[in-house]
């Protein structure tokens, strides 16, 4: 039976469109889910919105539309990313859903059973864009310019609420972290979450009665769910809870919550405590991210800098935007982005490289050969070599990714692809044809073999256009156990096999000549 693998994004706020952060984390789980996959994981991935909230109900005012149908329309933008994307997720979540009402109650019982939630009344900061509360001592500014630790305003909060016994689980937070030091990656993000717990934990505020957008507070009329209670029972409400058995029981706890590197605390701090009150255990690990920039900025509506990520992909294709985006991208730190380096990257590794690689081994192989596979033919030291060079470069390739170190497998994946293009100009096949036939064999057999594992190892970046050269090969086994073993190769020769005329997989894009303009 496979080993169960499950992982999660955080659920999409959708007071707004879809950004060029949401399109990001998507598209690193979605590559990892399909690296777990080749793997031969039972992989299971889940991404959504997340509904209900203040921001919800003051922008659905503004906009003058009732918040259930700002919620719809909302919602499924974020699902035609997903589709546009290419993102293989299980499940598409909305906390809309009467299932998740159940799960959220039942999660809330089972705090409340623990006797961890009881009634007081709240007075302090909250921040509505952030939807959190913030004690004084975290405010910068003063007066009416105070702004919490992430820059957005605040504003005084009076109101009867349920609060949870967050102070309880302070030394059981820290021994959690201490028995599972991987816990909160990367270790800048541990060392922040570590700070704060150490600092003393206060209760929570879990509900409000100020708005009636949210789940309700089963038996305390008035009493809607604080949105981060709700919102973070959506990693259980996917699997099934308050049922424990199938799914639940299959793939929790999860292997990895990867969020953006701004609610770290919500999910390593808070979640990992209700969890511990309900009796559940806590995910395995969350993974922050960071940012994703424009031209170094944060992106803000104000300062209009903010771009649709459907665009990008309209633009320059989705494989070129994912590969961008996770080979340029340090993974856990902050990026910067522009058109101009989408296109530069898109043609240097793929079209220049990898794409040039496989068309003119393929197209020369289509022509010269009738599409027939290459003998056997003379080998040389040089095929083996090579071979050896991929096959490293793939391993280090999985190494990283198992690590989510997601650019470090890129970088490791084009050594491979460099490897291959210093062999062939070294080796000339279209030099061979005519002066040593047997020998252009062994090498273009050898090219085959190579690009063949380059195409199954950068599956989970580039899908599409990957799966385009394994379809051009009639390849059906794509999982990590097809590397560098070479059977296939051996029975499509015997049964007359033969390789279509190739079109470029990776057209070169062109580079926007006014970086400014063209965002």
Known sequence: MAEPYYITTAIHYPNGRPHIGHAYEMIAADAIARFQRQAGRDVRFQTG???????????????????????????????????????SCDRFIRTVEPA?????????????????LYLDRYEGWYSVRDEAFYEEKELTGEGDARLSPQGTPVEWTAEETWFFRLSNYQQPLLDFYAANPDFIRPESRRNEVLRFVEGGLTDLSVSRTSFDWGVPVPGSDGHVMYVWVDALTNYITGLGYPDRAGDFAKYWPADVHLIGKDIVRFHAVYWPAFLMSAQLAPPKQVYGHGFVLNRGAKMSKSVGNVVDPLDLAAAFGVDALRYFLLRDISFGQDGSYSPKAIATRANADLANSFGNLAQRTLSFIAKNLEGALPRAGRSEPAD????????????????????????????????????????????????????????????????????????????????????????????????????????????????????????????????????????
């Open 49 to 87: 919105t997340d509904e209900h909230g203040l921001k919800m109900v003051k922008t659905a005012r503004e906009r003058g539309v009732a918040v259930r149908a700002l919620a719809d329309e909302m919602s499924r933008y974020f699902s035609d990313l997903v589709e546009r994307l290419n993102i």
């Open 384 to 519: 083996a070599a090579l071979l050896e060079a991929v096959a490293l470069a793939s391993e280090e390739f999985r190494t990283a990714f198992g690590d989510l170190a997601l650019t470090q497998g890129c970088e490791a994946w084009m050594r491979g692809v460099a490897a291959c293009n210093q062999y062939i100009d070294v080796q000339a096949p279209w030099a061979l044809r005519k002066t040593d036939p047997d020998r252009m064999h062994a090498v273009l057999g050898t090219l085959v073999r190579a690009i063949h594992d380059l195409a199954i190892v950068i599956l989970p970046v580039v899908p599409d256009s990957a799966a385009k050269i394994l379809d051009l090969l009639e390849i059906d086994d794509r999982g990590h156990s097809a590397l560098s073993h070479h059977d296939w190769y051996a029975n499509k020769s015997a049964s007359g096999f033969r390789i279509s005329a190739p079109t470029p997989i990776f057209p070169r894009l062109e580079v926007p000549e006014d970086d400014e303009e063209a965002a």
């Open 100 to 116: 998740h009402y159940r799960a959220s109650e039942a999660i809330w019982q089972a705090m409340a059973d623990a006797g961890d």
